[in-house]
């Protein structure tokens, strides 16, 4: 089964910036990406990366964050700026695969960091 590994969150002022790392048990050079989970709500698809590199953002993150990887490190990373309070959730990595351009998660899950961010 695969590990992934989260870190990196934490509490932070509206307006300021964060890192997220993560490191799989695997080869990072597969499609992966960033979902986080706001109290009571549902996981959501924040960013993901292709094995080309080609990376996709939800529109409520776009402009602010970054999905990146370091193969040599076998990382990848969450740059997290401008955070707003609606930002404020657990924050887990995945390895996936696409259907067409679309994300599907196909890992078990990590036990995520958590970021909050105050108004």
């Known amino acids: 089964q695969v590990r992934l590994v989260e870190s990196g969150g934490g509490l932070v002022q509206a307006g300021g910036s964060l890192r997220l790392s993560c490191v799989p048990s695997?080869?990072?050079?597969?499609?992966m990406a960033w979902y986080r989970q706001a109290p009571g709500k549902q996981r959501e698809l924040v960013a993901d990366?292709?094995?080309?590199?080609?990376?996709h953002y939800a529109d409520s993150v776009k402009g602010r964050f970054t999905i990146s990887r370091d193969s040599v490190k076998n990382t990848i990373y969450l740059q997290m700026n401008s955070l707003k309070p609606e930002d404020t959730g657990v924050y887990y990595c995945?390895?996936?695969?696409?259907?067409?351009?679309?994300?599907?998660?196909?890992?078990?899950w990590g036990q995520g960091t958590q970021v909050t961010v105050s108004s």
């Open positions: 990366i292709s094995w080309g590199g080609t990376t």
């Open positions: 995945n390895i996936g695969k696409y259907s067409g351009a679309t994300y599907i998660s196909r890992s078990s």
């Open positions: 695997v080869s990072i050079l597969n499609a």
